[in-house]
């Protein structure tokens, strides 16, 4: 079994991880919904390197690997060079959920323009129970105009807006069935 000599034995510090470490980094399998909608939706320009090469991530660790549920965005544009520390937590499952998800939705409200494509994804595959979570009630557009702070019109008109672009770029999933079926 491995264990980790230079994390600390307390949840208050993060601790660096090694490049050996690193390699028993994962996504939660309760966050992998969260991060598939956080990557495939997301713009890739949102994404973006930052001139801080260190990252923060708070991580379930089983004794074996560590697994983050948020911070998805600091995980896609880690390298080489990239000094990664980790908190070790034991949050419930349950929690995990609800942080993965807060963090896409915090994320999307922080987009601008509203990108509609991410609403739509959200509302479809939000948990109804973390959507009363966190709005205390299912979600509408009336509750993301309220919490970005622009008024309905603005949200129509994005959502005209983006009715008409000309090219949607397939997931992944999509791909390989397209492969698979030979279109």
């Known amino acids: 079994m491995k264990t980790s000599n230079n994390l600390p034995k307390s949840s208050t510090q993060y601790a660096r991880l090694s490049s050996k470490d690193l390699l028993s980094l994962y996504i939660h399998p309760e966050a992998k919904t969260a991060y598939k909608l956080y990557v495939e939706y997301f713009p890739i320009d949102y994404i973006v390197l ?18 983050f549920y948020n911070n998805f965005s600091a995980q896609l544009v880690m390298a080489n060079s990239t000094d990664v520390y980790v908190k070790k937590l034991q949050p419930t499952i349950s929690s995990i959920n609800l942080e993965s998800w807060k963090y896409v939705l915090e994320e999307f409200l ?31 557009i009336e509750d993301v105009c309220r919490r970005k702070g622009i008024s309905r019109h603005h949200f129509d008109y994005q959502q005209a807006k983006q009715k008409c672009s000309v090219f949607k770029m397939p997931s992944f ?7 698979v079926n030979g279109d």
Not at 50 to 67: A, G, K, L, P
């Open 173 to 179: 999933d999509e791909l390989i069935q397209r492969n």
């Open 110 to 140: 922080n987009l601008n323009p509203v990108n509609i494509d991410i609403y739509n994804q959200l509302k479809v595959q939000m948990p109804e129970g973390i959507q009363r979570k966190l709005f205390g009630k299912l979600m509408t």
């Open 50 to 67: 930052t001139e801080n090469q260190t990252i923060h991530f708070d991580v379930f660790y089983d004794r074996m690997n560590f697994y």
